[in-house]
């Protein structure tokens, strides 16, 4: 990243994770210790929590290749490690699936069947892919941040204990208080905020021709919502911690009342 040292790189990943990522200092730096230990983290917490943004902000940050895959029951080790395909000219290429990347995201990777989840295993322990006898390398810097619910067990295969072992740390994601909640700007803001790493790649974008509607969505999200009635968007958040792990509401929950309101303000404009 061009600092003057390891450790001034480092600060300035934490930096930007911080002003993105918002009560979850915790978190951020015990993930960011893995990546820089070479090791593998399992996130765990419930939905809504910034276990996806961390991770696609750490990738920003770092300005390297992330893939997301969406684990599910019908997922085949094929999907995860790539295929073998016959071309027009009848010969065989080799077509890499999405674990080739620096970081990725195995999101929920507890709702595949052990079968898929084991194709991961050669890959988080030797860093390398065989399909078809033919080993293939992956990037230095491959890292696999897993996530999984820990208060939904239905239609999931818990990880087994081979698996579990390739992971350096788990790493807990909860809440975040209430302060950094009255910041966060939810799924239904920008999902980075201003001066955060991905402002370079949000300028070009604000740039291209846009269609009427995508334009008309960014203004109505833009609006605020007055500090006096930040209390009503709260208190579904704040009921969902207390019964959360009982299967309570998840933080997104208290977040979409407040893109209603933005966007009903925007209509009335």
């Given amino acids: 990243m061009g600092g003057a040292s390891p ?15 918002l009560g979850q200092a915790a978190a951020t730096r015990e993930a960011l210790v893995c990546l820089l230990a070479r090791g593998h983290v399992l996130l765990e ?18 300005d390297v290749k992330f893939q997301r ?14 295929v073998t395909l016959l071309t027009g000219a009848r010969e065989f290429t080799f077509r890499p699936g999405p674990i080739f990347a620096d970081l990725v995201l195995a999101d929920e990777i507890n709702r595949a069947p052990a079968k898929t989840q084991a194709a991961l295993l050669e890959a988080m322990q030797e860093r390398t892919v065989t399909v078809d006898g033919i080993g293939y390398p992956l990037s230095a810097t491959f890292t696999v941040f897993a996530t999984q619910n820990p208060v939904e067990f239905e239609g999931t295969y818990p ?3 081979a698996e579990l072992d ?8 909860g809440y975040p208080d209430a302060v950094a909640e009255q910041g966060d700007p939810g799924p239904h803001g920008d ?14 974008r604000d740039r291209r021709p846009r269609a009427g509607t995508t ?12 500090d006096r009635r930040v209390h009503h968007r709260d208190r579904p958040r704040h ?15 208290g977040v979409a009342p407040e893109g209603g309101a933005r966007g009903g303000a925007a209509r009335r404009a």
Wanted: aromatic share 4%.
């Fill in 159 to 161: 990880l087994p204990e």
């Fill in 45 to 62: 917490g419930v939905p809504g929590t910034a276990k996806t943004l961390l991770v696609r902000t750490l990738a920003l940050a770092l």
């Fill in 69 to 82: 895959i969406q684990f599910t029951p019908d997922l085949m080790p094929a999907d995860i490690t790539g």
């Fill in 7 to 21: 450790a001034d790189d480092a600060r300035r990943v934490v930096e930007a994770l911080d002003h993105v990522v």
């Fill in 191 to 204: 999902g980075i905020r201003g001066g955060s790493t991905g402002d370079v790649r949000r300028d070009a």
């Fill in 239 to 253: 009921t969902g911690r207390g019964f959360a792990h009982a299967g309570g509401q998840p933080a997104r929950g």
């Fill in 166 to 173: 390739r992971f350096m740390m788990k790493v807990l994601v």
């Fill in 215 to 226: 334009a008309r969505r960014r203004r109505g999200g833009a609006r605020r919502v007055a």
